[in-house]
């Protein structure tokens, strides 16, 4: 069974920047599709943040552009979210999903991120 683990999450000040990391328990996991999806203190459901697709594509949140990163380590594939000139918004638990090209769906626990000063 395929575990996805997120990290990175932590507290930051307005402005600055963290770099959350997805990874899986298989190092021979392969993706088609890997998300970021975050859920903000209360409110309901989660919202895409970023995804990136098995042929390179990226789409943003319109929250995200020009702010946060997504991008992918070819060897390990572990996916990573960069994110910069963070706000006291982006306050929220980033989960992780991957589409793998097993057919299955898989979302980690999540990671959490403040943004506080």
């Known amino acids: 069974q395929i575990h996805i683990a997120e990290s990175g999450g932590g507290l930051v000040q307005p402005g600055g920047s963290l770099r959350v990391f997805c990874a899986t328990s298989e190092m021979t996991f392969t993706w088609d599709y890997a998300g970021w999806f975050r859920q903000g203190p209360g409110k309901l459901g989660r919202e895409m943040v970023a995804?990136?697709?098995?042929?390179?594509?990226?789409n943003y949140a319109e929250a995200a552009k020009n702010r946060f990163t997504i991008f992918k380590d070819s060897l390990t594939h572990a996916v990573y979210l960069q994110m910069n000139s963070l706000e006291f918004e982006d306050t929220a638990v980033y989960s992780c999903?991957?589409?793998?090209?097993?057919?299955?769906?898989?979302w980690g626990e999540g990671t959490l991120v403040v943004v506080s000063s």
């Open positions: 995804e990136i697709f098995r042929d390179g594509k990226k």
């Open positions: 999903n991957f589409r793998g090209r097993d057919g299955g769906n898989y």
